[in-house]
């Protein structure tokens, strides 16, 4: 990276790791959606509530971590795992359902569920994830509750398009609150799609990478 005329990072976290390394130039570029493969949910009141993951069977290590949470949620709600992936969750004892994986069936699955998750640990590794599983849950206008891990205090914004919850109080009582109130889950998907509109689609990521092959060699400007 020192070595480098331009450094293109994902996240705050991986530009951070790019300045101590002696990069000269570095250019936040997030990951991003289509938004034309995606629908926006309108949300309603409903007797079961789906609580969704989605991602490569690999990381189901992740979602093991808030089984305990979501079993003791269904002591007092009626919800449903709905699993976008390879693979059921094989330690949770609650109502599951999995869709296999594929590019032109996640959009539709992704509609399928009511609030997404993303729970992670803090460790460098996973702090340097760039939250695709948030601006996608975001994109279909769902609301969110995630760990305080990386990307993901960028993405969420707390109270506003969806919750960060680190000890299991946390997301026992943030989960509670969205699966008890549709109204809320409506007006925090609403601001999730806003906000994946205005920073986290192709087109306008677009015009940061143009200017990447504009610039000349020589412009050791930081963009982040």
Known sequence: ????????????????????????????????????????????????????????????????????????????????????????????????ELIPWTEEGEADGLLKIDIGIMPLPDNPWERGKCAYKLIQYMACGLPVVASPVGMNREVVQHGVNGFLADTQEEWVEFLGKLISDWEMREAFGTKGYELVMEKYTLAGNFQKMLALVSTPANDNAENT
């Open 1 to 96: 990276m020192k070595m480098a005329n331009k450094v293109i990072v994902g996240n705050e976290y991986l530009a951070m790791k790019a300045r101590a390394s002696g990069a000269k130039s570095i250019l936040r570029l997030p990951t991003v959606i289509d938004p034309n493969r995606y629908q926006k949910k309108v949300h309603s009141a409903k007797l079961i509530t789906t609580i969704g993951w989605i991602g490569p069977p690999v990381n189901l290590k992740y979602l093991e971590s808030v089984v305990p949470f979501l079993e003791k949620i269904q002591q007092n709600f009626f919800i449903k795992l709905l699993l976008i992936t390879g693979k059921e969750l094989s330690h949770f004892s609650g109502n599951q």
